[in-house]
C-alpha cells in the first residue's frame, strides 16, 4: 500500500504543469511553479540560450543555445523536464545561431539566424529530420501553422516575414518573403490559422498576415516597442509586450483595437500564456524575475526571482 501510494505521489509530481525560463547570464534553464511562482529546479544548458519550447504532451523541452556575440552557438540542449536533466546536447548539423522554437505535436521548429535558415527537430527520432533555407536576414522567430501547413518566421534585418509552404515536404518548400514594416520580431499565429501577427520593433506596429494569401491584410499600431506576442486559446485576444512603455497589451483578435493596457513594474519581455489562458507569465529581463498576470483581472499575482537575463519562456503541461 505504501509503494502504490509513493508511486500515485510520485506520478502526481510528474505530471504537474511546469512554467520553464532561459536565463543568459548563468547559461541555464529554470523550472518554476505556475501556481506558487516557486523555483523548482534549475539545469546548465548550452552558451547564451535565448529560447524555449516544450513537446505538446509536456514532456521534453528544447533550448536554443544562441552563443555569444563573437561565438556563434550551434546546439540544442534536449531537456527532460520530469526529471529536470538535460538529456543530451545535440550539435546541429552546420547551422548556427538557432533562436526561435515553436512546438507542435512532438515537432520542435527552430531558426538559425547565422544560416538564414529553418530546421525541425523531432522528439521521437531525437534528430534534426529537415532543414529548409529562408535566405532572409536575422531569421529570428517561428510559427507553425496547424497541421504543419505552413511555416513564418520573422526576418528583422530584411524586414519580411517569410512563409514556407509544407504542403509539397519533403520534395520542395515554396517560399515567399512578405513585406512588413521595420525590423519585425515577435510573431503569433492565431489557434485557426487564419492570421499571423508580426510586431515590428522598428516602427512600433503590427503586421497582420492573412495565411490564405500570404499578404498584410492590416497594420495596427502596438505603443512604443512590441516584442513578444501570442493570441489565446479562444482566440478572442492577443497579448503584446512592450519593453518600452512598461506594459501589456491586450488585443481584441476581431477587432483589433486595444482593449487594455496591463501596467507593469519592469520591462516586460517574454511571454507565454498558460493551457487554459487564464494567465500571462512574463519574463523581466532587466529585474531578473518572471510575473504571473491574471487575464480576468488584468492584475499580477505575484512573481519568481531568477538569475540575470531571463528570456525566453515555455508552458510544459502534465498529463
Same mark, same amino acid.
Given at each position: ?65 544562441? !552563443? ?64 529548409? !533555407? ?21 526576418? *528583422? ?20 518573403? *512578405? ?26 506596429? *503590427? ?74 507569465? *512574463?519574463?523581466?529581463? !532587466? ?33
Amino acid at each position: 500500500m505504501k509503494k502504490l501510494l509513493l508511486a500515485l505521489l510520485l506520478d502526481a509530481a510528474v505530471r504537474a504543469d511546469v512554467l520553464l525560463v532561459v536565463t543568459k547570464v548563468d547559461n541555464s534553464l529554470t523550472f518554476i511553479d505556475p501556481v506558487t511562482m516557486k523555483v523548482t529546479g534549475k539545469v546548465p544548458v548550452g552558451e547564451g540560450p535565448h529560447e524555449v519550447a516544450a513537446s505538446t504532451d509536456g514532456r521534453i523541452a528544447v533550448v536554443s543555445n544562441y !552563443g555569444t556575440g563573437p561565438k556563434p552557438g550551434s546546439s540544442l540542449s534536449i531537456i527532460d523536464v520530469a526529471a529536470k536533466k538535460e538529456k543530451r546536447r545535440l550539435q546541429l548539423p552546420g547551422l548556427l545561431r538557432p533562436h526561435g522554437l515553436f512546438a507542435i505535436g512532438s515537432k520542435i521548429y527552430l531558426t538559425c539566424e547565422g544560416s538564414r535558415a529553418v530546421a525541425r527537430y523531432d522528439v521521437a527520432s531525437d534528430s534534426v529530420d529537415w532543414i529548409a !533555407g529562408i535566405g532572409q536576414e536575422t531569421t529570428h522567430m517561428v510559427v507553425v501553422q496547424t497541421g504543419e501547413k505552413k511555416i513564418y518566421t520573422t526576418d *528583422i534585418s530584411s524586414d519580411t516575414v517569410s512563409s514556407v509552404d509544407l504542403s509539397s515536404a519533403p520534395v520542395k518548400f515554396p517560399l515567399k518573403h *512578405i513585406p512588413v514594416g521595420k525590423g519585425p520580431e515577435g510573431i503569433a499565429i492565431s489557434p485557426d490559422g487564419k492570421e499571423v501577427w508580426a510586431a515590428q520593433r522598428g516602427d512600433g506596429n *503590427i503586421a497582420v498576415i492573412d495565411t490564405a494569401t500570404d499578404k498584410v491584410a492590416r497594420t495596427i499600431p502596438a505603443g512604443k516597442l512590441p516584442f513578444r506576442l501570442q493570441f489565446t486559446p479562444d482566440n478572442k485576444r492577443v497579448i503584446v509586450t512592450d519593453a518600452v512603455a512598461r506594459e501589456l497589451l491586450v488585443y481584441d483578435a476581431a477587432t483589433k483595437e486595444i482593449v487594455a493596457h496591463i501596467p507593469m513594474e519592469e520591462d516586460p519581455v517574454g511571454l507565454v500564456l498558460s493551457a487554459d489562458g487564464k494567465k500571462v507569465f *512574463i519574463s523581466h529581463t !532587466g529585474a531578473a524575475k518572471v510575473a504571473a498576470v491574471d487575464l480576468e483581472t488584468m492584475k499580477v499575482l505575484g512573481a519568481a526571482t531568477t538569475a540575470e537575463q531571463p528570456d525566453g519562456l515555455a508552458y510544459a503541461v502534465g498529463r
